[in-house]
């Protein structure tokens, strides 16, 4: 089953801006999906539709086969949203903004605050249940919307830049937490500008910019895409002025620091005998950047140039 | 069907509990004032004026202004709630907890207005307390009054819910209750009669509709009004009609609230 179909989706602002211009995108019922794009190009928007925050100018959405025309409470009781931005009332207590949304949703006041429980004690908010939510810290309030998404039991989890101003460790724990409730059925639609998140944790990508999906596949058909990689080598001694690799792409960043370029297939044994003819020693190496990141920024300057 | 039918009285009951809450958390801001304010109306134009004023209408004036003074808090305070509640909201952007909720529009608006209403009751009966410090009150027709207190209180939860949708700053919440709201009241027969005046401010006055609430309320609990009681029901069960059904309209155009 199709957690989500979109067709033909479009949207333009009052002013005149078109945010999306005829979106087709579909997500199947257990997927770890990530909806990637630069700033602006329509992700937001697109999320926004489809929670019915925004309202669509054409085109259809559906929610777990749920026309959100012809019956959007009940495509809306599908899903949780995590937004962007913190939107909740930082005067209420973090418990009662958990058992308020649960209300929302049809939870009896009981079975809401068992729920609740259990999501603080998840997500280690178990301490601060009877704080005003405004006197958490940044990492705490990105718990706290994920806690409040997740307190109907939603089919269907958005998080629209979950991690945003995260740490690493937090994020880090944030991805085990979205595996284990993806594992367990919940279907994830992840925004992120992170893209080392959404190439470990996502199965399936589509890539938007400027208001089209310019690329929507599978994770591993798209790195596969990759011909070269970048490496950074950090080395023992300076290197020598006249240094020469046969047939290797190479670019000194400093006296002891190496940008190496592979192509895909190539294998790094070449490389590495050839800096032992010269007799350099590498004392660690490095990606230059995630291999998504090659791709996307690729993607999205090929979208540009075709306008 | 069922299902979605409990669906929708849990969330209704999770919005009025909401609002309840809300204004009982804020008491210092929401039910202290009031009590101050009418406290400070009963001594001074009730006591210290009004014992130089005499009668009016057959009573002392302090039993006199009692019904309008309030019926005033009533109208202000489900007004207020609404306004601040429903605009705040929108200003920290909450709302959409509801908005990304399978809540009908017409319960989010019912789930305010219960809250105003609440809110207005609640001060109508902290400053009926207050007054009994400083007359006596007898209710002439409990139903009257009763029904009367709880639809003025709902028509004015539905104005502050509307300003609310329209405000895009927490000044344009206070322009109407400043500019309009406040006039009408101290000008619809809270503290004198309006036999009192010329035939033509007599005439107007009939435009206002605070005019038959207060009268209506008045007429409940001393059985003297200057106005039809039959005409302030029709009156204030059509604009609760008008108003609802703008209010919805404007929830589902989205209006203030969505893109």
């Known amino acids: 089953m199709k957690a989500l179909y979109i067709e033909k989706l479009t949207k333009t602002y009052h002013n005149g801006f078109s945010a999306l211009k005829g979106i087709e995108l579909s997500v199947n019922e257990g997927d770890f999906f990530a909806l990637l794009g630069p700033n602006g190009a329509g992700k937001s928007t697109t999320i926004g539709i489809i929670t019915s925050l925004v309202t669509k100018t054409s085109g259809t959405v559906k929610v777990f086969e749920t026309d959100i025309d012809v019956d959007s409470e009940t495509a809306k009781s599908h899903i949780g949203l995590v937004p962007q931005e ?6 209420e207590k973090v418990k009662h903004i958990l058992i308020t949304q649960a209300g929302y949703y049809g939870m009896p006041a009981k079975l809401a605050e068992v729920r609740a429980d259990d999501l603080l004690r998840q997500l280690g908010l178990w301490e601060k249940r009877d704080t005003a939510a405004r006197s958490l810290s940044g990492g705490m309030k990105r718990r706290l919307m994920i806690a409040r998404a997740l307190v109907h039991n939603p089919k269907l989890l958005i998080l629209d830049e979950p991690t945003a101003g995260v740490d690493i460790e937090l994020r880090r724990s944030m991805w085990l937490f979205l595996e284990k409730i993806n594992a367990q059925g919940t279907t994830i639609i992840l925004t992120t500008h992170y893209l080392e998140e959404a190439e470990n944790l996502c199965r399936n990508i589509a890539i938007i910019d400027q208001g089209r999906i310019v690329e929507n596949t599978d994770m591993k058909s798209l790195l596969n895409r990759l011909d070269k990689e970048m490496f950074i080598l950090d080395l023992k001694e300076p290197l020598p002025a006249d240094l020469s690799l046969p047939n290797i792409n190479f670019k000194k960043i400093d006296n002891t620091t190496l940008e190496v370029e592979i192509k895909r297939g190539e294998g790094l044994n070449t490389l590495f005998s050839q800096l032992n003819e ?30 | 069907m069922n299902t979605r039918l409990n669906r929708n009285k ?31 109306y009963f001594i001074i134009f009730g006591n210290l004026i009004g014992s130089r004023i005499g009668e009016m209408g057959g009573f002392s004036y302090m039993e006199y202004i009692a019904p309008g003074i309030i019926m005033m808090s009533v109208i202000n305070n489900a007004y207020a709630n609404v306004a601040s509640s429903f605009y705040s909201a929108k200003f920290q952007s909450h709302i959409e907890e509801l908005l990304v909720a399978p809540v009908p529009n017409y319960l989010i608006l019912a789930g305010y207005v219960a809250g105003g209403t609440a809110r207005g009751l609640c001060v109508g009966l902290i400053v009926t307390l207050v007054s009994l410090f400083f007359t006596h009150l007898s209710i002439q027709h409990l139903a009257i009054t009763i029904s009367m207190v709880v639809l003025s209180a709902v028509m004015f939860a539905l104005g502050g819910f509307i300003n609310a949708i329209y405000a895009s700053s927490f000044d344009e919440i206070s322009i109407i209750p400043t500019f309009i709201l406040t006039p009408l009241t101290y000008l619809g027969g809270v503290f004198y009669s309006i036999s009192l005046l010329p035939d033509f401010w007599q005439n107007v006055s009939m435009f206002n509709p605070i005019l038959y609430m207060v009268n209506a309320f008045r007429f409940g609990m001393l059985g003297t009004s200057d106005i039809a009681i039959e005409m302030a029901f029709a009156i204030i069960i059509i604009c609760i009609i008008s108003l609802s059904s703008f209010a919805l309209y404007l929830l589902n155009k989205g209006t203030g609230i969505r893109n």
């Open chain 1, 86 to 91: 913190f939107n909740f009332n930082g005067f």
């Open chain 2, 10 to 40: 849990v969330a209704f009951n999770t919005i009025v509990t909401r609002e309840v809450r809300r204004f009982l958390r804020i008491w210092p801001q929401t039910l202290l004032p009031p009590a101050i304010t009418m406290t400070l």
């Open chain 1, 278 to 307: 010269h007799n350099i020693e590498v004392c660690s190496m490095k990606n230059k950047a995630n291999r998504l990141e090659e791709l996307f920024l690729a993607l999205v300057e090929k979208s540009e140039a075709s306008l």
